[in-house]
C-alpha cells in the first residue's frame, strides 16, 4: 500500500508522536522498536515509505537501509538522525535514501518530506505501468507487402458492419487484427469482447455466448448476462470459431441473421446490435466437407476473408518485430537497449518460425531476460533455431538437450512441448484425439498449444 508508513525508532516518544502527526495528515503508520522488526514487517507488507532512525541498539539504520534496499530496492526511505554527520548523510544517500532529516524534527520538514517521497513513489509506478503498456499495445507491427495490403483491406472493411473471418497459424496475430477492425470501426468507443471458443468445455460455451437465468443448470444461481449481451453496440471476437459445436453454431448465426437471441434456460428473446469477428486456424472447408462446420455460416462469416499470412511468408518483417519487441522487453525490465548482431538477425530471418509471431515474441523476451551483456549474438540463439534443419524436424535430437538445462521447469517445459507435438504428429494433428490419447482436457491442451507457441499442421 503506497501509503502506509513504516517509521522506524528505538524511542517509544518519537514513534507515537510521528504516528500521530502522519495519522492527522491522513496516513496509516506502523512503527518499528529496530532494524529487525522493520525488515520482518516489510517482508509481510510492504509499506509506501520508511522514516528510519539512524542510531538504533543491535542493527543501526545504515546496516538496516542497505538491507531493507538488497531486499525491495524500490523502497523509498527516510533517514532521520539527531547527531547528523554530512558523512551520514552522504552514506545514506548512497546506500539509496530518499532524503534525511535532522532530529530535532520539526513537524513542518517531516509532513514535506513524506508528502514528496510518495509523489515520488508514485512516479515510479506510474513509470513502470507506462513502460509495460507497449507491450499491451494493439500495434501491428510490419511493413512487408504482405502486411501493408492486410492493413489497407482492414482500413476499408472496417468501418462497414460486415462480418469479418479472420484465418491464419497459430501466433500470427489473429487477434491483433481483429482488434484492429474494432478501433477502425464505428464501434470503437463500446465494448470489444473475446472468447476463445476451444478454451471453454464445451457444455460451458452456450451460456458463456448467451447468458443464463436464474435456475437454468446445477450452479446457475443467479442471472449471468452472456458475450453477446456484454458485446452489444460493439464487436464480439469469436477466437477458434472452428471448435464452435453444430448447435452453437446454429445459435450464432441466428444471431447473425435477425440479431436475436435467448438466454439459456429463459424464454424472453433479446436483441443486439453486435458484430462478429472471428478467426480459427483450420480451414473450414475442409471442416464443412467433414460435416464439422456449417456452410451457411461460413458464407455469412466469409464476406470478407482476411488471411494472416505465416511469419516465414514475410520474413522482411522479422527484424522489424524483432527490434519492437527487443526495445519493448529492455524497458519493461529497466535495461539499456541490447542489440542483436546482424549475424543473430540473420539466423532469426531463416528460422521457419512454426509458432509464428507470438514465437519471437517469447524468445526475445528470453534473450532479453537471459542474456547479461548489451549484445545478442548466435550462441545465445537455441541451436535448433541454426541453419535450415530448423523447427520440429529436430524432435528427438532436441530431446537430448533437454538433460542440458539446468532448471528443472524449464526442462519439465521443454520436454512437455516435445510430447505434445510428438503426440499431435501420431494422431494427424486432431487436438481432440490426442486430447483424449494423453489423458488431458481437450481445453487444457488447447492452452497448452497456445502457450508454447506450437503450430497445428494439417
Ligand atoms: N504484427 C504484429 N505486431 C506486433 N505484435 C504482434 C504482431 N502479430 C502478433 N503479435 C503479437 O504476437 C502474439 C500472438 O498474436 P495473436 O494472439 O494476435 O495471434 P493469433 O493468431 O490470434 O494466435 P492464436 O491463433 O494462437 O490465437 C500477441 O502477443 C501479439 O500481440
Known amino acids: 500500500m503506497t501509503d502506509t508508513i513504516l517509521i522506524v525508532d528505538d524511542e ?15 496516513y496509516r503508520t506502523v512503527c ?12 509481510r507488507e510492504l509499506p509506501g515509505l520508511v522514516l528510519l532512525d539512524i542510531w538504533m541498539p543491535r542493527m543501526d539504520g545504515l546496516e538496516t537501509l542497505k538491507q531493507l534496499k538488497e531486499q525491495h530496492p524500490d523502497l523509498n526511505v527516510i533517514m ?5 554527520t554530512i558523512e551520514t548523510a552522504v552514506k545514506s544517500t548512497k546506500l539509496g535514501a530518499y532524503d534525511f532529516i535532522e532530529k530535532p524534527l520539526s513537524l513542518e520538514k517531516v509532513v514535506v518530506s513524506v508528502e514528496n517521497a ?6 515510479k509506478e506510474e513509470n513502470a505501468s507506462l513502460r509495460g503498456m507497449v507491450l499491451q499495445s494493439h ?17 476499408m472493411v472496417a468501418p462497414t458492419n460486415a462480418s469479418v473471418l479472420i ?25 470489444f469482447i473475446e472468447i476463445n471458443c476451444a478454451a471453454i468445455p464445451e457444455e460451458l460455451i452456450e451460456s458463456e455466448l448467451f447468458g443464463h437465468e436464474r435456475g437454468a443448470f446445477t450452479g446457475a444461481v443467479s442471472q449471468k448476462k452472456g458475450k453477446f449481451d456484454l458485446a452489444d453496440g460493439g464487436t464480439l471476437f469469436l477466437d477458434e470459431i472452428g471448435d464452435m459445436s453444430l448447435k452453437t453454431q446454429a445459435k450464432v448465426l441466428r444471431i447473425l441473421q435477425e440479431k436475436k437471441f435467448e438466454r439459456v434456460g429463459g424464454t424472453r428473446t433479446l436483441e443486439v446490435d453486435v458484430r462478429v469477428v472471428a478467426a480459427t486456424n483450420k480451414h473450414l472447408e475442409e471442416e464443412i466437407r467433414n460435416g464439422a462446420f456449417r456452410e451457411d455460416l461460413y458464407y455469412r462469416l466469409n464476406v470478407v476473408p482476411f488471411k494472416v499470412p505465416a511469419l516465414r511468408e514475410r520474413r522482411d518483417d522479422i527484424p522489424l518485430l524483432a527490434e519492437y519487441f527487443l526495445s519493448a522487453y529492455c524497458n519493461r525490465e ?3 537497449l541490447k542489440r542483436i548482431v546482424p549475424e543473430a538477425m540473420e539466423t532469426l530471418k531463416r528460422y521457419d518460425w512454426p509458432g509464428n509471431v507470438r514465437e519471437l515474441k517469447n524468445i526475445v523476451e528470453r534473450l532479453v531476460i537471459m542474456t547479461s551483456g548489451g549484445t545478442i549474438t548466435v550462441n545465445h540463439l537455441p541451436d535448433y533455431y541454426r541453419g535450415e534443419a530448423a ?5 528427438a535430437g532436441r530431446l537430448d538437450s533437454v538433460l542440458e538445462l539446468s532448471s528443472l521447469r524449464e526442462a519439465r517445459e521443454e520436454f512437455e512441448k516435445e510430447f505434445i507435438i510428438q503426440k499431435l504428429e501420431e494422431n494427424d494433428w486432431n487436438v481432440s484425439r490426442t486430447a483424449e490419447a494423453i489423458e488431458l482436457e481437450r481445453s487444457n491442451l488447447h492452452r497448452k498449444i497456445k502457450s508454447y507457441g506450437i503450430d497445428i499442421k494439417k
Open 139 to 155: 500495434e501491428m507491427i510490419g511493413s512487408s507487402a504482405a502486411m501493408l495490403r492486410l492493413k489497407e483491406q482492414i482500413e
Open 391 to 395: 523447427g520440429r524436424e529436430g524432435g
Open 32 to 43: 518499528a522498536a529496530d532494524g529487525f522488526e522493520a525488515l520482518a514487517l516489510c517482508k
Open 80 to 84: 532521520m538522525s539527531g547527531h547528523g
Open 167 to 191: 484465418t491464419g497459424e497459430n501466433g500470427t496475430g489473429k487477434e491483433l487484427v481483429a482488434r484492429s477492425v474494432h478501433y477502425h470501426s464505428q464501434r470503437r468507443d463500446k465494448p
Open 118 to 123: 510518495l509523489a515520488m513513489t508514485r512516479l
Open 334 to 336: 529497466g535495461r539499456e
Open 12 to 26: 517509544e516518544g518519537i514513534r507515537s508522536s510521528l504516528a500521530g502527526i502522519l495519522e492527522d495528515e491522513g
